[in-house]
């Protein structure tokens, strides 16, 4: 019943979310304001080319911040790790995935740095802080509430993590949360994919 094991591996996806969903929504429409975006989109390549080589930074310096986090669990807060580090490395880095394809669908829908950032806000950062289990427990939720967490990718990403962390499991307890995590990436990769191609027409 340490809070500390119960917040620190909810931070580490609250860490994701802002180096993954707002920072990218924030640089893509940066570049959509400065019209650079739009030289590449009538370059050559193709809308998923281009966006799989703005989100790489993002991912590596997400992936160095998953493993800082890491590092200052165990040292500085004394949190128990008793599970696989590289399988919490693969999670983290798709749940980055995750974070980053919804930041792109953000800057691709929004006309302005304002917009974005206060895009990247509502839908990413206050549900996966109040909506995720990190602060509240889900069952403490009202019952209308509780279906809306399905929408919040920290809410299976905290479970992963804390089920790695604190219990020890493995893919055979966590299995279902990382399908639901993947299935979220193909849907919002697709989105952002699509809302590139139609800025082509």
């Not at 860490?15 to 975006?37: D, F, P, Q």
């Not at 693969?90 to 895009?119: E, K, N």
């Not at 802080?129 to 905290?158: D, E």
């Not at 993590?161 to 399908?179: C, T």
């Amino acid at each position: 019943l340490e809070s500390v094991n119960l917040f620190v591996p909810g931070l580490i996806a609250l860490v994701l979310t802002l180096v993954t969903t707002l920072m990218t929504a924030i640089s893509l429409s940066r570049e959509k304001e400065r019209g650079t975006l739009e030289i590449l989109l009538v370059s050559p390549l193709r809308p998923w080319q281009i966006i799989v080589g703005k989100v790489m930074p993002y991912l590596l310096l997400a992936f160095a911040n998953v493993i800082t986090a890491l590092v200052a669990a165990w040292l500085v807060f004394h949190v128990p790790f008793r599970g696989s580090v590289v399988l919490l490395l693969a999670s983290s880095v798709l749940f980055a995935m995750v974070g980053l394809a919804l930041g792109v669908l953000i800057a691709a829908l929004t006309s302005s740095q304002r917009a974005a950032m206060l895009g990247a806000i509502v839908v990413t950062m206050l549900p996966n802080t109040l909506l995720s289990g990190l602060i509240f427990p889900i069952s403490s939720l009202p019952g209308w509430l509780r279906p809306v967490t399905y929408f919040a990718p920290a809410r299976w990403f905290i479970v992963i993590a804390r089920g790695i962390m604190l219990k020890g499991v493995g893919m055979s307890y966590l299995w279902e949360e990382h399908v639901v995590l993947v299935v979220m990436l193909l849907l919002l990769f697709t989105a952002a994919v699509k809302s590139f191609k139609a800025r082509l027409a």
